[in-house]
């Protein structure tokens, strides 16, 4: 890259170009100003400019006023030198190290850079292995962050409840983050000047709308906010928070555009608009659900963060730890009753709490955040509308937005997985030498810096440091005498133990054995010293990240972040389904360069501190179990044999999960044929950098999708919801594919007024067939219309920005789209056309939950509006096969697809979830119990939304006979107990009448409209 001059001013403005960057010097200062749009300001000038020089490094920059030069240092924008010439200047240059300026009288002036040596003749030296950051603050960020583990010691020793502990951590966890960024001198950072005054209003915004979503959510947990309010409430205090950070950003770096008007902001809203609404507002559906609820209750009811338990099935191994967590967290912020009995006690009362909402959010949060960083991989490499279509696309496919409604494992696996991937992509088409933007913030004499470089390091700092301390807390025991109260020394060294058991129901019923002290199958590998370990690797990964400036880096090592989130969330198919997607890239690409700059070495041992803890101290404690569970049995054994025969008669060959693909990308399929075999003519006009990583991004895509449904397809034990992985990349392949349609071959900036009208009119109208179809209230078809016309108007009103001028051939795309509209069609058909051996309307159900033989409800019918989905779907391909309404009858599938994923969510699951679920059965029982006090049984039942619900108070009988009989004899006789309540399957009132005495009266308290599956019982002993 060679030294650049530039014109003279014009206007009072000089320009000079370095490469991708130009530079402009102003009145107000100096800004670099990107081929995106994007301008960073690198700091404020003591001179008018009328000509301006930078290096070739970009690191100094000269700026000259009539006859003064002064030369800036890009990095910390201080002055290096300044000259004074006779005469006025005429031009200024860079010639290797030397300022060369030229006056009006023709005279030429050199001015040296008094800077590093030049490299020797052999080459450049080599890049240092850590590059220095600022100089550490041993003393003050060494307090805060001491005073912040001691906190966190104390909050996990003190003996407060599981609720309040996790505030205390919360704060702990706040002050160490803080105090080790301080320590490592990352607040020192310098760049471009922000006045603290001018964010006092955004930051308020941001605490009022994080306070009104905090707020909402418990309302809504708590049943004060009911599922009309929280669907209004909730969605709206969340998109005020989303709105607050985009006016913070905004204050922060004054960008060309606001918040407001950007893509990623409305994707934001669409997603939240679609998934959001009905989130918590219906039961937990078994056995997912229900069973993995159970688990994250029973950590905060234990209070132990380690070892999981599982009902009457004792511990739990099948599955890592970052789901649970993130559920308990969850319900002990948001005010959820986990304590035995207690998980819906309010309803006695006339109340209906909704937990699901505490539990569902953060997979929720994890599904908006993923989707956001898919976006701004796509937009970088295809442009903003590309990356906008790919996000509403995934939203609005059904295997996508059914398990982001689902407190399963698999949206956290699969979404972050997808944001590593997403990060990666961003990294990739980031410029090898380009640093991060940072802010620095003025508070009289304090100065702040920030960057995402800090966001980073505080999300590592965040993760492993609550971890380090809890494994700590295991050696250390508060000296705590029921007589005397707290004796000296305060806290005293033990050896760790475990409770086996469930918490408060030790023993006291059928299904809760009686509890025991445990001590580690390991004893002698202490948590103390497990944490000492992984702290060493957290203080290696912030030395080697020490001064990492670098925007590419800064975003590999996010990537490498989001594996380990990955790996703790369902394994190691975390690291290497994006391994395998990023060799996709490079190969395409060529750019085997990158691998030197990914950060291996940080990235890893980034890894250990973040993902293995839970791993390592799980072994310690219980020893091969733990790995012959978790490892051998439900990873290998799942990927190499039928660990699970829930498919029995089915084909389950490598067209299995072609059929459940159709399903779950349903109405989105119809455009597969063109994302995947649409022919494809390159303007080599473009960019080269920029057509070589879009080559590689629909690599990574294509690779991503293969590799992931080749690898499920050829596993033995086959649940539809497995194939989640593959639809990320798949929809963004869609969502390019989608843009490309749109464009035409050339840049679009409007939708024609034509389309326009069409889309507005057919939209809604497909839409309001459908929900007419399936008997929605009008209150419905006015709300999903709505939706539908403003997913066209978002989809219209973005101009295309593209990057990379590709389109597609005009005849081969219509055919294609013809081609589309059978295979949604069929998909379709599949879905509504009803079956004697099982009704169609349960595949969509069937995309998340594993008992596929189950009966279904009888006076449940969708097949009308499937139908009509299925024929506008058609209709509208049908109609975008022609060039002429190809726009317009685009614009409005993505309207129905919209109006698809709002039914499916707000209709058809509300719908279905009771007859899947244990909430409203023990809702009744709460409310009969407190007029005629009874124990409740759960009789052959086996689901865990039994458990969950009645925070696991309740009898477990799981078979009839000498047990159940005994049970209920002693019921009756030693507490004189005459009022039973069980919940039971639908036809099994004859046995148990045998088990709990034939002079028993049983009356049925639900109906099998109420649950097709179970009933409620009451049992009346004379």
Known sequence: MEETEGPPSEDGVARARLGERTFVATKEGVSVVWPDGETIKLGSIAVDPRHLAVDATGRYVAVASASQVLVYFTEDWTIVHEHVHEHDLAGLRFDKKVLIAQDESGGVHRHPLEVEPEP???????????????????VSGGVVTLVGLTLGLWAVIWPWSSRAGVFAGAFATLVTTAGVLLLLGCFDDRGERTEARALARPLGLVAAGALATFVTLRLGVSGTLQPLGAAIAIPAAFLALVGAVGSFLDALRAPSRPFYRREGFWLIVYTTLVLLPALGSKSLTDPWETHYGEVAREILARQDWISLWWAHEKWFMSKPILGFWMQSLAMATLGVHYEPGRMLESAAHGAAPWPEWAVRFPVFAFTVLATYVLYKAVAGAFGRRAGLLGGVVLTSMPQWFFIAHQTMTDMPFVASMSAALGFFLIGAQEPADRLLRVHEVHLGPLRVGLSARHLLLAAVVGVATPQLVYLVTRNLELAMDPVIGLRMPPIQLVSDSFVFGSAENCGNSPGNPPCAQHIAALPRFHPALQAVLWAQALAIFLWLTWGEKRARRVAFLAAFFCVALSTMAKGPAGLVLPAAAVLGYLVVTNRWSLLLQLEVAAGTTMILPVAMPWFVAMYVRHGSEFTDRLFFYDMVKRAFDQAHDTNDGQDVSFRYYIGQLGYGTFPWLGLLPAALFGRRSDDRSADD??????????????VWFVVTFGLFAYMKTKFHHYVLPALPGLAMLVGVALHRLLEEGGELARVPRRDLVFAFLVGPACALVALLAGGATWGGVASYAAITGAAALVASRVGSHSIVGVGFDRVASGVLLLAGAAVAFFAGRDMAADRVEQPSDARLLHLFTYNYEREWPEHLDFSGPLWAFTFCAGMLLVLASSERLRRGALLAFAGLATAFAAWALDAYFVQTSPHWGQRELVLRYVRERANEPGPLVAYQMNWKGENFYTGN???????????????????????????????????????????????????????ERDNNKFVLVKAVVP
């Open 120 to 138: 020797p003749e052999s080459g450049p030296p080599p890049a240092p292995l850590v590059l220095k950051g600022n100089p550490l603050r041993l």
């Open 689 to 702: 950098d920029a057509s070589t990583h879009a080559r590689g991004a629909l690599a990574l895509f294509a």
């Open 953 to 1007: 108070d309740v009898a477990i009988l799981l078979d009839r006979g000498k047990e159940a009989k005994s049970w209920f004899s002693n019921q009756k006789k030693k507490k004189k107990q005459k009022v039973f309540y069980v919940v039971t399957t639908h036809g099994l009132e004859s046995t148990l009448l045998g088990d709990i005495g034939k002079s028993a009266e049983l009356e049925k308290l639900t109906t």
